[in-house]
């Protein structure tokens, strides 16, 4: 059993399908980028920082604690979560008719911590006006970062994928089974 520092459907459903009991407990934590602070440096402290967080606050000194952090960048430029139909149609345009990167980090806190990452190179078609206004009103890129979901509708954009799939929705499963299995956990249970 590990505590999921995260309140996300899609990290849930990802632990669930290879097997991993949890049970779920929300970090908080400060999600504003540090100055000059690479993406990749960025969803490293944030899955660490959630863990360290959650372990703090449990209570539970013998349950690992997995925390994660996704994000998506364009040309060095990280892109969270739309505040609204504005914001989403800037990030649709920014990543429509070509290649961006989703970065994903896992990391795992006990009695010590350990973390991997994960880089995925994804390519949209271009899209239009209408694909971006359609999109949003289906309520799907409204807590995406990125604006957009693989595992939904968002999924009819993407041309290519090189990586990770289950990163890009959230938890790059390969990464996390390593490091839950490095800390005894068994997957596939």
């Not at 520092?5 to 934590?29: T, W």
């Not at 995406?144 to 693989?150: D, E, N, S, V």
């Amino acid at each position: 059993m590990i505590i999921l520092a995260s309140g996300s459907p899609r990290r849930q459903a990802l632990l669930r399908q290879i097997g991993v009991r949890f049970r779920q407990q929300v970090a908080d934590v400060d999600e504003t980028p540090l100055d000059n602070e690479s993406a990749q440096d960025y969803v490293v402290r944030l899955a660490v920082a959630k863990a360290c967080a959650v372990r703090q606050q449990s209570g539970d000194d013998k349950a690992p604690v997995l925390g994660a952090d996704t994000a998506v960048v364009v040309d060095g430029r990280l892109l969270g979560k739309p505040a609204d139909l504005a914001h989403a149609r800037d990030m649709l345009q920014l990543l429509s008719g070509r290649r961006h990167q989703v970065l994903s980090a896992v990391a795992v806190v006990q009695d010590r911590q350990a973390v991997a990452a994960s880089v995925s190179n994804v390519w949209f078609r271009a899209l239009s006006e209408k694909d971006i206004e359609d999109y949003w009103k289906t309520g799907e890129p409204r807590d995406k970062a990125g604006a957009y979901g693989i595992q939904g509708i968002g999924a009819i954009f993407i041309e290519r994928l090189e990586g990770s799939y289950s990163g890009v929705m959230g938890l790059p499963l390969y990464e996390t089974a390593r490091l839950l299995q490095d800390f005894g956990i068994q997957v596939l249970d």
